[in-house]
């Protein structure tokens, strides 16, 4: 079993920089890959990033690639994402969630089996 809470969501100006945090609660943080979703009001939720369970092969969609970073610590038991050049776009509710380890790159939500219950993240000035 694996718990997940989120923190760090916030209001912040366009341009402007998050870092957004998870921590686990698991026996084994390293048995599992890790990855970040969002989902805006009237939207379906949706793949941000992903890491591996060694944290060596971090993986983005399109929009996030260059403006955000997943990185993780297998020590203590945390996942977070740093999102720069923010824009009002990215407004969302982002969750964290983890699936055993594969080594494969799973995108859709459906390959989750832990979810956090999510921070808001509002982009506005």
């Known amino acids: 079993q694996v718990q997940l809470v989120e923190s760090g969501g916030g209001l912040v100006q366009p341009g402007g920089s998050l870092r957004l945090s998870c921590a686990a609660s698991v026996r084994t943080f390293s048995d599992y890959d890790l990855a970040w979703f969002r989902q805006a009001p009237g939207k379906e939720r949706e793949f941000v990033a992903r890491?591996?369970?060694?944290?060596?092969?971090?993986y983005y969609v399109d929009f996030a690639r260059g403006r955000f970073t997943i990185s993780r610590d297998n020590i203590k038991n945390m996942l977070w994402l740093q999102m720069n050049s923010l824009r009002p776009e990215d407004t969302a509710v982002y969750y964290c969630?983890?699936?055993?380890?594969?080594?494969?790159?799973?995108?859709?939500?459906?390959?989750?089996?832990?979810w956090g219950q999510g921070t808001q993240v509002t982009v506005s000035s």
């Open positions: 969630a983890a699936r055993p380890s594969s080594g494969v790159v799973v995108v859709d939500t459906a390959g989750y089996d832990y």
């Open positions: 890491i591996n369970w060694s944290g060596s092969y971090p």
